[in-house]
């Protein structure tokens, strides 16, 4: 069994690996007859004191230890095997295809948008001409929102499934082995298309499909068991089994299954702006002044303050990154962000957001399943109508914001379709606006040099999750009322991120497996 031992080291002593590893055996106590092998097992960095430093777990083996190596993906020839239905193509969805291949079923993917090749000329008209493909954006699409909302990798729940796994699927793929070892792993939104475009070919290549501009429609249901699909208001599909992984902003998919009579539910939800500072301004708080140091990847920041009785915090915070217009309509504006691999754009940005329980709300009902989603599309359209009803999007520098005066000017920002001088405070609505305010000045107790006139505030950042949840059972997975229907991910409520959902993906699959070897021994 091999041993794990902590150590810290200075940035500019990453590459030299006689000295960690030497440092690793006097941590440990072995001598160096002892060690067959050893690998850096995670990496992060620790700024919390002057000098930074970086801090690694070492993995160590003994003489006759074996290393295990990574889990590769081993699909099965699935073209003739028992169908289950996809909908959707983010990660929730191609983890579950993967999922599905590995175990013996046949996936059939349906995406509503395109795939991740056709979908840029898309994102291009909403930058550039500030046109909305409804169908095809930087929600929807191959990939999912995550394809081109930076490729963050990591998350806080370990309970959810097997994160090694889903991180190695990745690696399989083509991403860099790194992301095994980072604390914070990060592809970047320029190699996601690929390793996207990989997972694809090998679904199809085993046996599986993926049908885009395919959008789920309507469902069939007898005696409480899903029956059938239709697609694009046309043609109907049987199916018994059917994973719902269409993401955060497929509003219309809450619709249809209220409408059928299928049991959603309101669910908390955060919402606030996203604000862009310099990046060697934030490099320069968080490294102490030593931000020229070439050891030292740009730095990020993790912010929150409870303000009168709600959270706000930092959300998808983007080092060496770009602001999105990620709008799923015409009427409407929605800023997120992402870096490229290397993030080495001169922005820094994150969402700075207000957590909203539905009871939080004034038009809130315990019988109203819209009412924070209702609440994320009235603030959506008002600030697009504010900015002039196209893809600007109303901003303020950040004093401007918290003294409510209208800025004169701005400096250039990274969000393409372009900015419009609003006062914010006139636009957000006062439980949004408020809290704001107080926790920008917290923030900049926190973080000396934060709290800056030149940064500034684009609104709405308001994508940050699902504010509808699709209920179902904790162990079958499938929705409490429809058997064979799994709300999956993150439109679902399931997932807040790209591993997650992959996670949530595999889960549910492993639920189709489990019920259906329960069927075949019965």
């Known amino acids: 069994m091999s041993r794990l031992v902590q150590i810290s080291i200075l940035p500019q002593q990453q590459e030299d690996h006689n000295y960690i590893f030497e440092l690793a055996l006097e941590k440990s106590k072995f001598r160096k007859s002892q060690i067959q092998d050893w690998r850096i097992r995670k990496r992060s960095i620790d700024a919390r004191n002057e000098p930074v430093k970086l801090m690694l777990q070492v993995e160590l083996w003994k003489i006759g230890e074996n290393r295990v190596k990574i889990s590769p993906f081993v699909p099965k020839n699935v073209a003739s095997a028992k169908e289950i239905a996809i909908i959707g193509a983010g990660p929730a969805g191609l983890y579950a295809a993967l999922r599905a291949i590995e175990g013996g079923l046949k996936p059939i993917i349906f995406e509503r948008g395109k795939d991740v090749r056709s979908r840029r000329r898309d994102l291009a008209k909403i930058n ?77 290549e085993a046996g599986g499909e993926v049908h885009f501009d395919s959008k789920f429609t309507d469902l069939q249901i007898e005696n409480n068991q899903i029956k059938a699909i239709q697609i694009n208001d046309e043609n109907w599909l049987s199916f018994d089994e059917v994973i719902l992984a269409t ?83 015409q009427e409407e504006v929605v800023t997120n962000g992402w870096s490229p691999s290397k993030r080495n754009n001169p922005y820094s940005n994150s969402g700075i957001v207000v957590s909203i329980e539905p009871a939080d709300l004034p038009n809130f009902s315990p019988d109203n399943p819209f009412v924070c989603l209702d609440f994320q599309k009235e603030v959506e359209r008002a600030c ?37 001088s609003v006062d914010l405070n006139e636009v957000l609505p006062p439980l949004i606006a408020k809290r704001l305010r107080k926790a920008f000045i917290a923030f900049g107790k926190k973080m000396k040099g934060y709290y800056t006139n030149d940064a500034v505030l684009h609104a709405p950042e308001s994508r940050t999750s699902s504010p509808v949840s699709i209920p179902r059972d904790p162990v079958s997975l499938e929705h409490i009322h429809i058997k064979g229907l799994y709300p999956c991910g993150e439109g679902a409520g399931y997932a807040g991120g790209i591993i997650s959902a992959a996670i949530d993906g595999i889960n549910c699959v492993d639920a189709i497996l489990k019920k259906v070897i329960t069927e075949r021994i019965s």
């Open 384 to 420: 697009w109508e504010a900015a002039g009803k196209t893809q600007r999007v109303p901003a303020q520098r950040m004093i401007d914001f918290v003294e409510k005066r209208v800025s004169n000017d701005f400096p250039k920002t990274s969000y393409q379709p372009g900015i419009v």
């Open 128 to 204: 550039k001409e500030q046109t909305v493909n409804p169908e095809s954006n930087y929600c929807f699409g191959e990939g999912g929102a995550g394809t081109y909302s930076d490729g963050k990798l990591y998350t806080r729940s370990k309970k959810r499934g097997n994160v090694l796994k889903a991180m190695e699927w990745f690696v399989h793929f083509g991403a860099d082995p790194d992301i095994l070892v980072d604390a914070h792993p990060h592809i970047g939104t320029n190699k996601l298309p690929k390793i996207i475009t990989a997972m694809r070919e090998a679904i199809i």
């Open 247 to 329: 993401g955060h902003s497929a509003r219309d998919i809450f619709y249809l299954l209220h409408k059928k009579g299928i049991k959603i539910e309101a669910k908390a939800f955060a919402l606030g702006v996203r604000i862009e500072h310099q990046q060697s301004l934030i490099d320069s708080i968080q490294y102490y002044g030593d931000n020229d140091n070439p050891y030292l990847p740009p730095a990020s920041y993790s912010l929150v303050e409870q303000v009168d009785g709600l959270g706000v915090y930092s959300f998808c915070m983007c080092p060496g990154g770009i602001i999105a217009p990620c709008a799923t309509n």
